[in-house]
């Protein structure tokens, strides 16, 4: 193949702060949203967005919260001994047995009186 025929038609390039454009919210048949642009006019002027500012609202910035700052925050490690009841596994295995080798029994009809 020829090299040349590999190579797209460049367009023109136009400075970014010439290049205007307008994008616009859609959805489609299920609801999902997308973005739908489209060159904006000659005489398109944009809309100013102003910020209204409330005096008494105020940014404190020794009291904000650096997640990445050690300290400050102390977490109980929990204990491991002492306040938990831990279960003998072995202790367990036997009661099943036991209590399989009773349920059998008493299938059997050779259930033990008390």
């Keep these: 193949m020829d090299q040349q025929s590999k190579k797209r038609p460049v367009a023109p390039a136009q400075p970014a702060s010439e290049r205007r454009r307008i994008g616009r919210v859609v959805h489609d048949e299920r609801g999902n949203a997308s973005v739908s642009w489209r060159d904006a006019p000659e005489d398109y002027e944009r809309p100013v967005l102003e910020l209204l500012t409330d005096p008494k609202l105020t940014v404190k910035s020794e009291e904000t919260f650096n997640p990445y700052a050690r300290g400050g925050i102390r977490r109980e490690t929990p204990r491991t001994s002492g306040g938990t009841a ?14 399989r080798a009773l349920q059998e029994r008493q299938r059997n009809g050779d259930a033990e009186e008390d």
Aim: hydrophobic residues 35%; positive net charge.
């Design 86 to 99: 831990r279960t003998d596994l072995r202790k367990l295995s036997e009661h099943i047995k036991m209590m």
